[in-house]
């Protein structure tokens, strides 16, 4: 599925949206270059999760932790090099636990994700603030978001 | 007093050894010795299961340097918060290993509030109270520290960090990783007006830092230029990149500083190597009257010497924790 947002505050939206739909165990995958809004879409699920505290961007520290409706992993694998060094960081832990699990950069790492997974490519639009979400998935909460975004 | 530290919050395994708070006996840390001699090969960069293999050494090689054995340690200071999960357990684990093997008290210490303290070992003669900012990859606060044990959180990111900031516009300049420095360097030698990016200062009520929007119109440039065919001077774009960053920086500091009446602005963290920002602070401090202070480059990174300090400080102003200590992943500046 594909969706155009024309601006911030449209992102936001979709961001509280899809946060409100998620259900412990989900995992989102982010995708996009510098810049496209990975972690400024991250804020958005963050608050439809409940989570009340400033998200930053966890590029240095790898894992940022929030309390939310469930426990929100947010991750950003940027700085990795290669997938010998999730296991180093217990990763598997985080992807099959109890908690909601945002992965940007996750194409990096696709292998290592598990198959249940919403996954959303950011692209840039023609203006600097449009952006294009290409969302797909299977299993956990991507049905409901899809019968959702159609209505 | 001899503190034995161990700082193991995100890429770097690093054991120190400081007597009385600000002296430096042995300052170890993981990336900058040859521990590829010693684990076939192996540096340990990325943080967390990594540590376990290298701190015993760390810790071993810490004492070696101070010249001294376990028995002499009369403190084990560690970082408890903030940084990975399983990175900090390993360093807080061994704390505990050895302050209830030796029989000595263990402190658990704030990462952010050991940036702070770094400052102590390069400055003999700094007291609290002072204006502190702390920037680095990972963090960027404005803290007012009105005792060797009170830091008043005032400003933090609501979005990236300056250090990651300064890393992923050079990435897109197509320099090497940790970007900083080269752009520092890169900086001096271009023009800081000849391109407009924004100053997010976000507004006058608060102390709070937003980065995001400017890494973001640094690519949008690069982009426009580049669909218009045009050369992009790197120099330029890094000068004036930076140039924003530190108008910020500098320009929160001092407001900060004057709020309260301080006479000394403390930098620490990665971006306090920065020599943009120092110059800048320097300048600004001279002509307001107020005295800048800044560590040595190898004290503004990640380092266990400075949580040494920390641990110091806390526990001579009464503060212990007992082997119940645990790791806070999130742990905040109060």
Redesign the interface.
């Known amino acids: 599925m594909e969706i155009k947002l024309s601006n911030l505050e449209e992102t936001e939206e979709f961001g509280i949206k899809l946060g409100s739909l998620l259900k412990g165990g989900d995992i989102i995958c982010l995708n996009g270059d510098l810049g496209a809004g990975k972690t400024t879409l991250t804020k958005s699920i963050g608050r439809g999760l409940g989570v009340d505290e400033y998200i930053t961007s966890p590029t240095f520290a790898l894992i940022n932790e929030y309390k939310g409706k469930f426990p929100v992993y947010h991750f950003d694998v940027y700085r990795l090099e290669n997938a010998h060094e999730l296991y180093d960081l217990g990763f598997d832990e985080y992807f099959y636990g109890k908690g909601v699990c945002i992965i940007e950069w996750a194409d990096k790492i696709e292998k290592m994700i598990p198959d249940i997974r919403i996954v959303i490519d950011i692209e840039k639009g023609n203006d600097d603030n449009e952006r294009i979400l290409h969302i797909s998935g299977n299993g956990g909460s991507y049905d409901e978001l899809i019968k959702e975004l159609n209505r | 007093m001899l503190t034995l530290a161990i700082e193991t919050s995100?890429d770097e395994t690093s054991s120190a050894v400081i007597k009385d708070g600000r002296e430096v006996l042995s300052n170890i840390i993981s990336s900058q010795i040859e521990i590829h001699r010693k684990f076939g090969g192996v540096v340990p960069?990325?943080?967390?299961?990594?540590h376990i293999e290298c701190i015993n050494q760390i810790i071993q090689e810490s004492l070696d340097e101070a010249k001294i054995g376990f028995k002499d340690i009369d403190l084990i200071s560690v970082t408890r918060g903030?940084?990975?999960?399983?990175a900090l357990l390993v360093g807080l684990s061994t704390a505990k290993a050895l302050a209830y093997g030796l029989n000595i008290p263990i402190i658990g210490v704030n990462h952010i509030e050991g940036h702070v303290c770094a400052n102590y070992i390069d400055h003999k003669d700094l007291k609290p109270p002072f204006t502190c900012l702390i920037v680095?990859?990972?963090?960027s606060y404005l803290v007012q520290v009105n005792s060797y044990v009170d830091y008043e959180l005032v400003g933090?990111?609501?979005?990236?960090?300056a250090?990651?900031a300064f890393?992923?516009v050079a990435?897109?300049l197509g320099l090497p990783?940790p970007g900083g420095p080269f752009i520092d360097k890169l900086a001096k030698q271009g023009n800081k007006d000849s391109i407009e990016f924004p100053r997010v200062f976000l507004d006058d009520k608060t102390y709070d830092f937003s980065f995001?929007g400017l890494?973001?119109a640094v690519?949008?440039y690069l982009n426009q230029e580049k669909q218009k065919g045009n050369e992009i001077i790197v120099e330029d774009v890094a000068a004036s990149f930076q140039q924003a960053v530190l108008d910020v920086l500098v320009g929160k500091s001092f407001r900060l500083a004057k709020s309260r009446k301080s006479d000394k602005i403390v930098i620490a963290g990665g971006v306090a190597a920065n020599e943009g920002l120092r110059n800048m602070m320097e300048k600004k401090g001279k002509m307001e009257g107020i005295k800048i202070y800044y560590p040595s480059k190898i004290l503004c990174t990640d380092n266990a010497a400075m949580i040494g300090a920390a641990g110091y400080f806390q526990y001579i102003n009464g503060n212990e924790s007992d082997l119940g200590v645990s790791v806070n992943?999130?742990l905040d500046i109060n």
């Open positions: 995100c960069e990325i943080a967390s299961r990594k903030p940084g990975l999960v399983g680095s990859g990972g963090h933090r990111t609501r979005d990236d960090a250090g990651e890393d992923k990435r897109a990783y995001s890494k973001t690519l949008n992943p999130n």
